[in-house]
């Protein structure tokens, strides 16, 4: 994999440590994501948006929203007929969570 990297690069020389977005992606999953998620479905790519979701085994939902862009983006989620819209930063990850199935 020519792009695939740690979540930290350090450097042997000076031993300096660089946390990657692999790092922050990471910490958003693991604090939001519990054992035994299943992922569900979500819409990724739409409007410069990577998107990841999960079903958590107590019920709630879990959206993790990355924007890689140089400019912030905005999108809605619509579940169980109810609706929330947000604008995520430039260059920056953002992680919904909510109880039950809605």
């Not at 619509?78 to 995520?88: A, D, E, K, N, P």
Request: hydrophobic residues 35%; positive net charge; aromatic residues 8%.
């Amino acid at each position: 994999c020519k792009t695939c990297r740690g979540i930290v690069t350090i450097d042997s020389k000076t031993g300096a440590i660089s946390r990657n977005v692999e790092y922050y992606a990471l910490a958003h999953a693991s604090r939001f994501v519990l054992p035994g998620a299943h992922r569900i479905e979500s819409t990724t790519g739409k409007g410069g948006l990577d998107t990841v979701a999960f079903r958590n085994v107590d019920g709630s939902t879990a959206l993790l929203v990355a924007n890689p862009a140089k400019t912030p983006r905005s999108f809605s989620v619509r579940t169980g007929g109810r609706s929330f819209s947000y604008t995520v930063p430039a260059r920056s990850m953002a992680t919904f969570a909510w109880k039950g199935g809605n």
